[in-house]
């Protein structure tokens, strides 16, 4: 192997504080090779993404870093300022994860991208502008010449990433080092972000370390994989050891609870317990709280691992790492509830026909209404006693408004929502108020739904007080049995939220949507926030609660494979309208609207080498302010012919299928409409 | 970890553990409680009149000596920070209890009654306080009441505008929407959710009011429209004592460094809140370390 390109000794990065130290980095060695993609995967906390701010000397002025970091040769951790601006401009780029924060947003792109080689003085002002246009073409942005002249918010969110890659690559580093790049973008953008980074990698040569909770991702992009875990990085191995046989139990844990598109649904298996903060990192081994193997040890208890050899060309940092194959190895209990698709009870609980929500926009002094957002635009779905609806589509298609429609926070423009048999859009508020008791709401963000100067305890019990009804349900009794219900402690009762993690006050809003014994929850992306592990417990605790309490669950999200998991029936959603509504075994294995067969080839399967055949969409999804004519699908659609332009297609039963579809050329996916070979070796070759 | 203290108490605990706001919270603290207790722990009274001893310079009867009628200068400067005292609570308890309920309902309902109501503060706002304050007492009389309402109207706006603020923005949280999906009714959303979760920015503006009222209130004295002797008040002392600054230069002295110093500690009390409150709000997340979540 040639001389690596970087190489971490023994890096340590502590923060200090007003309070006690802490240590996010804890003694990691790492090395990379020049045209090598290394993938560093690790939880919230996990402490990979202060690891790539150290490589850049990006850190803040309370870390104290200790061990050396090498970029081709230059000794970064100490050196001045000087030789680390020359660096980061010449040898390193970085791209960030939200693409609309990291671009200046009153510069043309044209002279961002180009506005580091000039500083360094390696581009002369006048060639600039030319060479702005070369950056852009070559990340795939149509009309290079006039795009440079605009602005960052004149650019979709896929767009302004690539422009950041262009900006990343413009001075051609050596090292490029990737934190999340594709986190903030929708599933059909991130294959194509996806692919030109990797393209652009092959190109250059360059090094390429790639941050990333999605193993999906990593599979797909990384040839070699770090896991990192309590700042420590537990496991290194090239990706396709690394998935195959994993040599530490963390990893086998983080397969284990990830849903998955290619599988057969089966019962998540979540690490237990909490990752830890690095204030308190466990004695020994940092995993062994949560460790099958490990946890009742001793030696795990008292004694830290440190990486040894595992598998042909891998470490690990565990003791035990010859038991680890027989942990992969092991299946959940036989009793697992998996969700099975159950008998429809005949009558829909709630029916939801033509919704429409239309949002005016007012320009100008006399807020004149110039136009109409269509966020929703004749949604009808239905949703059974005890069953869950999945509805998916990408952000902006409307399904978040649909979810707050139906729960009556945003007005409906027009269409009827029917719950039990009780048309609820023309109720007056004290009948609202009585249909709320049935409906509940979970919220995306587990941080920001709950009150932070309340207690837990408080914020669970408020709505048995808003309705009056404290008392006559058991008042801090039945408080404490809902902690019990979504396994939280009852010790936890008088806290704040602010002393909770993610999944627990995730905990706590399903606890708080359970007060009133709903009969449906309207579930808005509930796992999107939580880390993997947390995200595979409270879907499982989703899932025991419906077959407990015989809840209905609308469950909204972009991830197809947790929608998959936990859905009976699914429908897709595109700019405001279902495209696509069926069984879930039906609506996955045999797709016929091109829009779900796009969204279902883009995701990334934690599967080294399986995902090549891919449709990869053009462009963005349209501004639901003026969009397209006739089908809103057909600008980006591989099928689209000149009907789709004029005529909006029918939402209609397709015939043999359960399945109900609004698209004229409706079919299942044939061989040739896939792309002969993948998109990335493509680029490769 | 301070585990399960109550927001309030744990920002006042990090206020306090500042040095200056330390001391303007011990001062202003200090000056409230001989304020209050003065008739007890003072042996003398304001008003009591001794000519003989008139301009007699600080002595061991009189440590700040006497003014021009003989009175005890100390005796009258801890009473008239009764005087600055009761002004500055008057002005925020009128300007407060108007001024929040206003930005309440405008934040909340928006449309027409949120068009009405700030434009009418707008109109109170366009009024200068000194100005309105001497067209009201050229109405009603010179009087402590005067100043009072008169502060009191002019500060309006500010807490109108900042509780508008924080509801416009706490509107749109989703904690507040997930009370609103309860079925919460307007009053609980309004004063039980939103309200709440406003106080930091309204305490600030409380801290800052208050001095804008003690120095108005000195100001109107200082221009003899304040507070009618021989009630004490620190702008009257400053007033009457600036006409013997030669005689008597300690006349001035006392008055002017207790104003200069309760001014000085509302204002350093007022920018600490603001700073630590608000950085209480950007990390009402996790309690974590910085760094963690980048």
Known sequence: ?685 | MSASQRPALVAARRVLARKGAFMAASFLALMAIVAFLAPWILPGDPLTQNLRHALEPPSAAFWFGADELGRDILTRVVYGARTSLVTAMGAVTIAGLIGVPIGLVAGFYGGWRDAVLMRLVDVILALPGILFAMALIAVIGRSQLAALVAVGITGIPSFARITRAQVLSLRRRDFVIAVDALGGSASHLMFKTILPNSWSPILVQVVILAAVAILLEAALAFLGVGIPPPTPSWGEMLRTGKSYLYEAPYYAVLPGLVLTLTILSLDTLGRTLATVLEHRQGSTGEPEPEGQRL
């Open chain 1, 1 to 685: 192997m040639a001389e690596p390109l970087l190489s971490i000794r023994g890096l340590e990065v502590t923060f200090r504080g007003a309070g006690r130290p802490v240590p996010a980095v804890r003694g990691i060695d790492l090395d990379v090779a020049a045209d090598e993609v290394l993938g560093i995967v690790g939880e919230s906390g996990s402490g990979k993404s202060v690891t790539s701010l150290a490589m850049t000397g990006l850190l803040p002025g309370t870390a104290e870093v200790r061990g050396s970091i090498r970029i081709g040769g230059v000794e970064v951790t100490g050196a001045a300022p000087e030789v680390l601006r020359h660096m980061r401009g010449r040898d390193v780029g970085m791209i960030f994860q939200d693409p609309t924060t990291s671009l200046n947003p009153v510069l043309p792109i044209g002279r961002q991208v180009t506005e580091g080689q000039v500083a360094h003085g390696l581009l002369r002002t006048a060639e600039a502008p030319g060479r702005a246009v070369e950056l852009l073409a070559e990340v795939d942005i149509p009309d290079p010449a006039g795009r440079a002249l605009q602005f960052p918010h004149q650019f979709s969110g896929g767009m302004r990433q690539r422009a950041v890659i262009a900006m990343a690559m413009a001075g051609r580093p050596r090292l490029i080092i990737a934190d999340e790049p594709t986190t903030a973008l929708d599933v059909t953008v991130q294959a194509q972000v996806l692919a030109l980074l990797r393209r652009r990698q092959a190109a250059t040569g360059a090094a390429v370390i790639l941050i990333t909770h999605d193993l999906g991702v990593i599979a797909e992009t990384a040839d070699r994989v770090a896991v990192m875990y309590a700042g420590k990085i537990v496991e290194a191995a090239p990706v396709a050891e690394i998935f195959a046989r994993p040599r530490h139990p963390y990893t086998v844990g983080l397969l284990k609870s990830l849903p998955r598109l290619d599988q057969e649904a089966r019962r998540l298996v979540p690490i237990q317990g909490q990752p830890p903060t690095p204030g308190a990192i466990p004695s020994g081994c940092s995993f062994h709280p949560r460790c099958p193997i490990g946890a009742a040890r001793e030696r795990c208890r008292s004694e830290e691992p440190v990486l040894r050899a595992a598998g042909p060309s891998g470490v690990a940092a565990c003791h035990f790492t010859h038991e680890v194959e027989a942990l992969l190895a092991a299946t959940p209990e036989a009793n697992a509830a998996v969700s099975t698709p159950r008998a429809a009870p005949a009558e829909p609980l709630l029916v939801v026909d033509g919704l429409r929500v239309h949002f005016p926009i007012r320009r100008g002094l006399l807020r004149r209404q110039t136009g109409l957002v269509r966020a929703v635009d004749g949604v009808s779905l239905e949703v059974r006693a005890g069953e869950t609806l999945g509805l998916v589509g990408e952000s902006g298609c409307g399904k978040t408004t649909t979810g707050r429609a139906i729960m009556g926070l945003i007005k409906a423009s027009g269409g009827s929502i029917t719950f039990a048999g009780q048309d609820i859009t023309r109720l007056d508020a004290a009948g609202l108020r009585a249909v709320r008791r049935h409906v509940q709401y979970v919220f995306q963000d587990p941080y920001a739904s709950l009150n932070p100067i309340r207690t837990v305890e408080e914020i669970v019990a408020e709505p048995l007080h808003i309705h009056g009804v404290y008392d006559a349900m058991g008042g801090a009794g039945r408080v404490a049995r809902l902690f019990d219900l979504v396994g939280l402690s009852r010790t936890m009762l008088g806290r704040y939220p602010r002393e909770f993690s993610g999944g627990q006050r995730q905990r706590v809003g399903i606890a708080r949507a359970l007060a009133l014994e709903p009969r449906l929850l309207i579930l808005d992306e509930p796992v999107a926030a939580l880390d993997v592990s947390i995200q595979a417990q409270t879907v499982n605790l989703l899932m025991d609660l419906q077959a407990e309490l015989g809840l209905a669950y609308l469950f909204i999200a972009h991830d197809l494979s947790v929608v998959r998991h936990i859905s009976d029936r699914v429908a897709v959603m595109y700019l405001g309208r279902i495209v696509e509504e069926g069984t879930r075994d039906e609506l996955y294995a045999r797709p016929v609207h091109p829009y779900t067969q796009s969204l279902l080839s883009a995701v990334p399967v934690p599967e080294p080498g399986v995902s090549g055949r891919r449709i990869v969409l053009e462009g963005d999804i349209p501004n639901p302010a003026s969009p397209p004519s006739g089908c809103a699908f057909h600008p980006r659609c591989y099928r689209a012919t000149a009907r789709c332009a004029e005529e909006a297609p029918a939402f209609v039963p397709y015939p043999g299928l359960a399945t109900r579809v609004a698209c004229h050329h409706a079919g299942p996916l044939t061989a040739d409409e896939l792309p002969a070979a993948p998109a990335a070796n493509e680029a490769l070759a």
